[in-house]
């Protein structure tokens, strides 16, 4: 077991998540400094609308660095996608508000998400992939990680989110109090390319490289990547739901921002711990019995949470509405990571993990914000979140119910 390597894959891949979580966070102060309107819902669709329109490239990240880590290794991989990430947010760090260069500011904000998106389209299944690999009896463990280290950032940036709202002014935050995690991004970025620049490569893709794939399993790709998808799709619409958190409690339940941040660290908390435990269960009992029945709780509690933290909101219930989504949503994680490296044999994982999960993502996560304010603008239904949840699940129940009728994984 490479140490080394692990360390390489986690922290990588809780940079990437970081620098991703910090936008959605702070997406309400990027509206009023790069696209300012007399309509707050306006700029909020903007910013989402930018946040959401990076994850269109993730494809393409997704199937040319997933095919040169199928062929070059996971490590040069890994190593390629830590550098394009530091240059888009190097981009986000250093670029001026509207106030000062105008049109200018938008448009470098678009080509720094269009970056940073490219890279990530990359990251999840070269990263994944590179856990998996460690030890095939344990990859459950291993590959559960991957959403540890999400856990890990997303504690890390709701925990300086919410220090930076409450420790600093609003004019003070609009200045330069937003950059700060975007900086801190860069001070540990270098780090994480250096440590993967030097970590090894799995044993079970250089044992793979004189294998040949067959022709039977590339044909069975492209249904394998769509199922593999449609059983994403509730955990990307949960996890960047829950990146809505901060932005939902100021300006939907008028809570301020600290109230979402504290809910989010708490989630944030849960996702570090539990998909490990769960990861580790799966390769005892199996990937599916974990994944169905945090799947049918993600169906049946969304709803009527949200409908009774609208009701008369509180920072107390966004807390427990969090909570308790956190605890389902990692459980259902910790046995994904693991379901979606079974779905694929060596030669064609890191593909098949990179498209299985930015196909969901682009489909249904990255334009979650966009399209719950959007549906709150439309309808006024402050419980658009439950229901956008809710329809995830149904859409991954199906899948996974497809998955296992086929025998793909047990």
């Known amino acids: ?120 389209g990359g990251e999840f299944g070269s990263a994944t992939a590179y856990l998996a690999e460690q030890s095939p009896h344990r990859r459950g463990f291993y590959s559960s990680l991957q959403f540890a280290s999400q856990g890990l950032s997303t504690l890390l940036a709701s925990a300086l989110g919410l220090v930076l709202t409450t420790a600093l002014s609003v004019e003070q935050l609009q200045s330069w109090g937003w950059r700060v995690p975007f900086v801190l991004g860069l001070a540990i970025g270098p780090v994480a390319w250096y440590i993967r620049l030097h970590a090894p490569e799995t044993p079970e893709f250089e044992a793979s490289r004189s294998v040949d794939s067959g022709k039977e399993q590339a044909a069975q790709l492209t249904s394998k990547v769509l199922a593999g998808s449609a059983a994403v799709v509730v955990a990307t619409v949960s996890m960047y739901l829950m990146l809505y958190t901060p932005t939902f409690s100021k300006s939907v339940l008028g809570l301020g921002a600290s109230v979402g941040f504290a809910a989010t660290f708490a989630m944030g908390l849960t996702l570090l711990v539990l998909p490990p435990a769960v990861g580790s269960l799966s390769d005892r009992i199996g990937r599916m019995p974990l994944a169905l029945a945090a799947g049918g709780l993600l169906l049946v509690l969304p709803v009527p949470l949200f409908l009774w933290l609208v009701d008369a909101p509180s920072a107390l219930k966004v807390l427990l509405v969090q909570s308790v989504l956190g605890l389902v949503t990692a459980t259902y994680l910790g046995a994904l990571a693991p379901l979606l490296a079974d779905l694929f044999p060596v030669t064609f994982r890191t593909t098949g993990l990179s498209l299985t999960y930015n196909i969901a993502v682009v489909v249904a996560g990255g334009f979650a914000p966009f399209a719950v304010t959007l549906i709150l603008k439309m309808t006024g239904s402050h419980a658009a979140p439950g229901f956008y949840l809710t329809a995830a699940a149904a859409i991954s129940l199906m899948a996974l119910a497809v998955i296992g009728a086929r025998n793909w994984v047990r």
Request: charged content about 10%; glycine content about 10%; cysteine-free.
């Open 1 to 120: 077991m490479a140490v080394r390597g692990i360390v390489a894959a986690v922290i990588g891949n809780a940079l990437e998540w970081f620098d991703l979580v910090v936008y959605g966070f702070f997406a309400s102060v990027i509206a009023e400094l790069f696209f300012p309107s007399k309509d707050p819902h306006v700029g909020l669709l903007y910013a989402f609308g930018t946040f959401g329109i990076a994850f269109v490239v993730r494809p393409l990240g997704a199937i040319l660095v997933g095919r040169f880590a199928d062929r070059a290794g996971r490590r040069k991989a890994l190593v390629l996608v830590s550098g394009l990430m530091l240059v888009g947010t190097l981009m986000i760090a250093m670029t001026p508000p509207y106030a000062q260069v105008g049109v200018a500011a938008p448009a470098l904000l678009l080509a720094a998400r269009l970056v940073q998106g490219f890279s990530a």
